[in-house]
């Protein structure tokens, strides 16, 4: 038995767009390489990685909106091994929430129906217990039984959230996908909702991927994290071990960016330059890297534990200045 809700094994995902002045030559963009990661039961595990590093690509395919190729486990279950059947009964296990509340609300339904419709896809219960189980969500995330007959466009972004939250919890889910959840919304409303989220897990011992540009937030409630970089995952482990002794260079630009005062608090320096990095063979961060060294062009550094620390893991040939 393992103590993982979500083992996620070497996957690889790759985009292809079509390129030249007639669009006859198909070009591949791996989007995630070889990436791994690992997340306990019970805790929330934060992502975090600059703008286009993958971090929304990898949730959908935990959720397996999108096709991939690697292994994807919940519990003991590999999904590439299930039926449509057990499929469809795993999916209610796994929910997400969206980081934009104003779209990912159908505009045309009232809050009722929203909250209903999964119950009523996965046809789990009758006609009455819905409506029981539709009041209960309703008050869970704190509105009143009066928000069901009004429609999305007579709520704030903050109680869309609330709204969004319930209807990912409607069918009783053990894991959530957290996509920047509170970055749409007003700095005093991110707090009640993030309340709101860690009182929901320890309610009901819920997992969490909590996917944020958010740093000190990511620090606040996350257990372990994980560092991407253009798909993949360059440093992981627990959420104090990483900030109180980042390893990899590029994990130490982004937590040094946290205290000073020239940049935006807490958010992600933007450091990349597409085209050169998706076209090395070695490092992504090669060539912003202020220690690296010639193997670091030609050789991909592997995901590795440094003496001392097993669960902390960094993938550079030289944490260190030569
Ligand atoms: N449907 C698609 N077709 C082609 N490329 C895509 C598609 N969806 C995403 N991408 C590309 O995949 C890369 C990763 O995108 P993704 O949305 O996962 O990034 P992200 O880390 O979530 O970024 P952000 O922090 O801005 O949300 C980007 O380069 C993006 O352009
Ligand atoms: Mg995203």
């Known amino acids: 038995m393992t103590d993982n809700l979500i083992a996620i094994q070497n996957i690889e995902k790759s985009y292809f767009t079509r390129q030249g002045l007639l669009g006859w030559d198909k070009h591949e963009e791996r989007i995630l390489k070889n990436l791994s990661l690992n997340i306990k039961t019970n805790q929330i595990f934060g ?3 600059e703008s286009g590093s993958g971090k ?3 949730a959908k395919i935990i959720l397996l909106m999108t096709k991939f190729k690697g292994d994807i486990y919940f519990k003991d279950l590999n999904l590439n091994d299930l039926n449509r059947a057990e499929l469809r009964k795993l999916r209610s296990k796994m929910q997400i ?9 159908n505009p045309m339904h009232r809050i009722g129906e929203i909250i209903a419709e999964p119950l009523k896809i996965h046809k789990v219960m009758d006609h009455i217990a819905i409506g029981n189980r539709v009041n209960e969500l309703i008050e869970l995330v704190g509105l009143s039984l009066d928000a069901l007959n009004k429609y999305p466009h007579e709520f704030s972004g903050g109680q869309r959230q609330r709204i969004a939250i319930a209807r990912a919890l409607s069918l009783n889910p053990e894991f959530l996908i957290l996509d920047e959840p509170v970055s749409a919304l007003d700095v005093s409303v991110q707090a009640q909702i993030i309340n709101l989220l860690v009182d929901l897990k320890n309610q009901f011992n819920l997992t969490y991927l909590f996917i944020s540009h958010n740093l000190d937030l990511v620090r606040l409630i996350c257990d372990e994290i994980a560092i991407m970089y253009f798909g993949q995952i ?5 959420t104090e071990l990483v900030y109180q002794n980042p390893q990899h260079p590029y994990t130490k630009l982004l937590l040094s960016c946290i205290l000073k005062p ?6 992600l320096p933007i450091i990349n330059d597409e085209r050169t990095v998706k076209s090395l063979r070695g490092c992504p961060f090669f060539q912003h890297c202020p220690y690296a060294q010639n193997k670091c062009q030609d050789v991909a550094p592997l995901l590795e534990a440094s003496s001392g620390e097993p669960n902390h ?4 040939h030289y944490p260190e200045p030569a």
């Open 262 to 267: 020239d940049t935006t608090i807490g958010s």
């Open 234 to 238: 360059i440093e992981t482990g627990p």
């Open 47 to 49: 992502l975090i990685g």
């Open 56 to 58: 929304s690509t990898l």
């Open 97 to 105: 929430v969206f980081q934009n509340p104003y779209s990912s609300l």
């Open 313 to 316: 893991q960094f993938a550079c």
